[in-house]
């Protein structure tokens, strides 16, 4: 049992084509030191590079107690982190990075896997392919940070978590609730996140109407927060067509 972080830079491709091939893989290496640095100071060990991808995990070879909360607070540190580096990049004319990153915990398979001629200490299963789609969803959710229930179960007494949607990713039936979090929260932004999760509640129990109002609140405190609007473009379109009675509000998702 472990956690598995994927963080991956948005638009990278886009990104590539504006960079000339020594300028681009400075960048990313400088990228690549700070949040290596950030990950292992949390105790994880990177598994691997995927192009502009870092795949990392917490909880072995050694397992630590507070390995779901380390590895957290990496994924929250390097979100922080990008201001720095995103400073530099301006300071020589360079693209700056936008990121997100998706943590899952559960089982997964460790050991050493391939042949005598290429040999990686690696992690495999269901719960890889969940942390790898939720890195996904911080695309469609906008926000720089997802992490699974699991997680949450983990780390709520000790950090601000706000519930974002129930899912269920491409090969998946059921769903599972993703949520956000940070280290501390402005006032402001502890009591949005308060009557957010106050409007996810109604949701669940198809009150539209007061899980609306609940929502407009939060969007009077955070003019521009996207999972507020969304909620609200859901819920009216849920108080016009009634959802089925099996209706569970799990998102489906068709896309990677």
């Not at 292992?40 to 070879?61: C, E, S, T």
């Not at 050694?62 to 540190?77: K, P």
């Not at 997802?146 to 998946?172: F, H, Q």
């Not at 106050?198 to 929502?215: K, L, S």
Request: aromatic share 8%; charged share 25%.
């Amino acid at each position: 049992v472990l956690s598995i972080l994927f963080s991956d830079i948005r638009g990278f491709t886009s990104i590539s084509e504006k960079m000339m091939p020594d300028d681009l893989v400075n960048s990313l290496n400088r990228y690549f030191t700070v949040m290596v640095d950030i990950i292992m100071n949390r105790g994880g060990v990177i598994d691997k590079y995927i192009g502009d991808a870092i795949m990392a995990f917490f909880g072995a070879p050694v397992r630590h107690l507070d390995d779901a909360l380390q590895s957290v607070m990496a994924g929250i540190e390097m979100n922080e982190a990008l201001e720095g580096f995103n400073a530099q990049q301006r300071k020589i004319d360079k693209p700056e990075f936008q990121i997100g990153v998706g943590i899952n915990y559960g089982v997964v398979t460790v050991g050493n896997i391939g042949t005598d001629k290429k040999m990686d200490y690696t992690i495999i299963g269901d719960m890889v392919n969940l942390a790898s789609r939720m890195e996904g969803l911080t695309k469609k959710y906008l926000q720089p940070l997802l992490i699974s229930e699991s997680l949450y179960l983990k780390v709520n007494e000790k950090l601000p978590c706000r519930l974002i949607d129930s899912v269920a990713v491409i090969g998946k039936s059921k769903g599972a609730k993703i949520y956000t979090t940070k280290k501390s929260l402005t006032e402001g932004e502890s009591r949005a996140w308060s009557l957010h999760n106050a409007g996810m509640e109604r949701y669940y129990n198809r009150d539209f109407p007061t899980a609306i109002r609940y929502f407009q609140q939060v969007r009077q405190i955070l003019p521009q927060d996207f999972a507020s609007e969304m909620m609200i473009a859901r819920c009216r379109d849920y108080a016009r067509n009634t959802p089925p009675e099996d209706w569970d509000g799990v998102e489906i998702m068709r896309e990677k």
